[in-house]
């Protein structure tokens, strides 16, 4: 008993602790203000898990949100992080998130009044030698004017940032242990070394770093095991190397590395001495027009390893490298040649993040793969910007196709192949530049509740007027509707339009007809058609064996004929034979029977036949 209650109160207090609490920032005021909810005593009452002023006590793995109205925050103190040296307006000792997306986007800033002392903005839990290692995730903000002594704008072990933007800070952008980084960007951030990023392990997906500063080494990324997608490293500067990238392992895919300066590897440099999983990969990567420091236009060692190793992938492009970097690739990493780079400056060509977009005559363009269902559906900047153009993918992180997708159109189609239990379901649909999702919804009315999905889903983004079908299952002799769904993520769930169909009858229903002799050596009877189908007429007939005369029906019918009508159930009729005449012993002639009359004529005959013998004998 006491075991169950002790295991009891464990599970109780593990439900309760795991139960984290939202927070809501209510003042954006800095500090504390008695009665409201600001940013650092949401930050507090996470930490210590109690009320503090008016915000929620923690419970955990919290989340802060904002009210509405609240887009900016100036922070105008900082704090020494438990954690991690340093100081930071925000500091965290758990698992913490911090969401501005309630709001598009909140700006948390360090205050640029005169006189304001330097910290950086977030220092999360953990450190690398610490057995201490909280996450903390960003989404929704920008962070900017951070400053010495804070050792980076954002510092967190486990740090996962989206949607968010790390910008002006004259520390580095962002550090840690293990650093996610989605749909953001990291630009114009100032450090001696790792000025955008510094990391053990990256993992980097639709973002943008650029801008960045290092007066040592590592201008954009500076991480020992890089993996970035869809991704563009564009104008950072490193003294030293590594201006773009500096990393230990690599696999880029779909990534411009673009306008990056430094003496060695401007573009890219891999320390293979730095890296903790062998494995270096380009595909669909660009790495050209990187320069060295103090010559602009001089485009040496772009891509530069420090010893051997084997670099795979396909379809990229790297401009210059040095030696022991071009016999590190292997076949088919870098395409043959490129005439015209015709890569465009960074800008807002739309998604939220600034691109290089592919101008005219670019050697980049329709380089890569052939498009395929497994191939991104979209480029760096996101829905609406397809992936795959013209069925033949780009190189690096930008797809050009002008401009966005639109919508979807689509068609419903009369079904066709329509049988008792299955029927075919038609539409068209053109795709309008975004790879196209496509479905169709049924059922015994116009608000359909089954779905099926399209063999071709998903469609190409270049399909114009394709064909789709599903087959459906469905019942015998029903009417159903249906319609056909197209989406490519710019315009929800586009309808073809409402079609009925009717499923094929239902086969009738049959019942047997029993056809009985009475007795069985009298004869035979049969009906036709047996079985009968619902409703139907069966006509039934005796046929009498030798010695048998057929005397009538019983059962379901009665009298010398049998027509059965309407049947709607089993039926059973006998036929009824009597006995003419016993039938011979074998071997023996049947002497037939005779009349009282024949009897007596016969009599009288043999009397007279008798009489005459008896004359005749007295003569003699």
Known sequence: ?????????????????????????????????????????????????????????????DIIVFASGITSISLTSGMSSPMNSGQYGLAVTDDLTIDGSGNGNVAIQRSTAPGTPGFGIIGGAGAVFSSITKTLTLKSLTISNAAAPGGAAVYAYYLDVSDSTIDGNAVRGLQGTNLTITNSTISNNQAATAAGISCTTLQMTGSTVSGNAATSDGGGIYCNDVTVTNSTVSGNIATFSGGGILAGSLVADFVTVADNVSSQGAGVYIDASMNSR???SLSHTVVARNSMSGAPGTFL??????????????????????????????AGVRIASCPSLGLAALADNGGGRRTQALLAGSCLLDA????????????????????????????GAFESAGTPAS??????????????????????????????????GYGLTNTYGATVTATQSPLASSASGASVSAVADVYCGLTYHFHVIANNGTGGDIDGGDRPFTSSACPAATYPIAANANPAAGGTAGCTPNPVSSGGSSTCTAMANAGYAFTGWSGACSGANCTLSNVTAAASVTANFSLVSPPAPAGVTAVPLLSPWSLALLSLLTLLVTLAATTVSRRD
């Open 407 to 440: 919508p979807p159109t689509a068609t419903t189609n009369a079904a066709t192949g329509i049988g008792q239990s299955t029927a075919t379901l038609n539409g068209t649909v053109s795709a309008n530049g975004a790879s196209t999702t496509v479905t169709f």
């Open 278 to 280: 062998p494995q270096w």
């Open 368 to 395: 890569g793969a052939a498009c395929s269902a497994t191939a991104l559906p979209y480029d760096e900047r996101g829905s609406g910007y397809s992936r795959c153009v013209n069925g033949t993918l780009d190189i």
């Open 1 to 61: 008993m006491n075991r169950l209650l002790l295991a009891l109160t464990l599970i109780t207090a593990f439900a309760t602790h795991s139960r984290a609490a939202t927070i809501t920032v209510n003042d954006a005021s800095p500090g504390s203000v008695a009665g409201r909810c600001t940013l650092q005593d949401a930050v507090a009452a996470a930490n210590t898990d109690a009320v503090v002023s008016n915000c929620t006590a923690g419970n955990g793995a």
């Open 301 to 330: 060692n772009e891509f530069y390893t420090t010893w051997n190793i084997a670099i795979h992938g396909d379809h990229s492009w790297i401009g210059t490298m040095n030696t022991v970097a071009s016999n590190d690739l292997a």
